[in-house]
């Protein structure tokens, strides 16, 4: 694709020069080329705000295995929402970013520079002592709060840290070998922020969700689970705070869409979680691609316009698919 070659060099300074970018269909990568000094696409590097769309898929299998349901109040595994009287909040309001828990910070990017916790279950706690800002499901305000509050979930109803967890349920399986929520200190995992992938891995898991939730031979997400993930939570006039790469975006369960216009309950065209660190990870069901930029060194130039630039282009590749 020389004219997606030719954006990919215009665009170098603005996406911090090292980067990748990774086109696939199906079972197959069609196109990926690297700049400046990525050695190779196995790399790890933070993929800041995709990683709660990994806690997303997991809290998914985990409804898939009849373990939680979405519409469950939190309290029901976590009696502490109901010593704290807060046991209206659903899994659903956590990774719709509406469960009415605090105010993080005052600044956007700011949002994932958290303090450090032993164990989820503590970061729960904290949380839990912050003021309720809104009541739950009626106001979008975008934080780490409520992906950390459903991964603790997880925790719950497996007896297992979210980060093995995830790694036996979703990495494994997907052969994601490079891409782990453990720290290096042994702290608490960030579900909201804190995974460390490659361009290869973070490529496998869109493709699982291209293609109805299968990653070869093996069913990783049910078909069901993927319809809920494209259902429209919050329609973008509904949007009163989101990182400036994510303006105008309708939010889905824990990914956004660019569908800007799509009505809440609809199904998302794409879904796409364009993180505060470069990363743009997108499937379009639409046209049939997974497209991906990958970033090591991004300047923090918080704007959609490069990585929209790159994807208008692919699209010239990828005609949307008749129904």
């Not at 973070?202 to 493709?207: D, R, S, V």
Request: hydrophobic letters at 40%; proline letters at 5%; one cysteine or more.
């Amino acid at each position: 694709m020389p004219a997606l070659d030719k954006v990919m060099d215009d665009k170098k300074k603005q996406l911090g020069n090292d980067f990748s970018v990774v086109i696939a269909v199906g079972d197959s990568v069609v196109y990926q080329r690297t700049t400046g000094d990525i050695a190779n696409l196995k790399t790890p590097s933070p993929i800041g705000a995709s990683s709660q769309w990994l806690t997303t898929a997991l809290i998914l299998q985990l409804a898939d295995e009849g373990k939680l349901s979405l519409d469950d109040p939190v309290s029901k595994y976590l009696p502490i929402f109901e010593s704290y009287r807060r046991n209206y909040i659903t899994l659903r309001h956590c990774l719709t970013h509406q469960t009415g828990l605090g105010k993080e910070g005052s600044k956007l990017g700011g949002l994932f520079d958290k303090k450090k916790f032993a164990s989820l279950d503590e970061e729960v706690t904290d949380i839990l002592k912050k003021e309720i800002h809104a009541n739950a499901g009626e106001e979008f305000r975008y934080s780490s709060y409520g992906p950390v509050v459903a991964a603790r979930v997880a925790e719950a109803v497996t007896k297992k840290r979210f980060d093995q967890l995830i790694r036996t349920k979703l990495f494994v399986p997907l052969g994601m070998r490079n891409t782990s929520f453990t720290t290096d200190d042994g702290s608490a995992p960030d579900p909201s922020g804190g995974a460390n992938s490659t361009a290869t891995d973070l490529t496998k898991f869109l493709q699982m969700l291209l293609n109805n939730g299968k990653a070869g031979d093996k069913q990783v997400l049910s078909e069901s689970a993927l319809e809920e993930m494209r259902k429209i939570q919050v329609a973008s006039a509904q949007i009163k705070n989101a990182p400036a790469a994510d303006q105008g975006f309708s939010f889905a369960l824990g990914t956004w869409t660019a569908d800007k216009s799509a009505p809440q309950g609809g199904k998302a065209a794409s879904l796409v979680v364009p993180g505060l660190a470069g990363t743009w990870p997108e499937v379009d069901f639409h046209r049939g691609f997974v497209f991906l930029v990958f970033t090591r060194n991004f300047p923090g130039d918080q704007t959609a316009q490069p990585f929209l630039d790159l994807k208008q282009i692919a699209d010239q590749h990828f005609p949307v698919k008749k129904n």
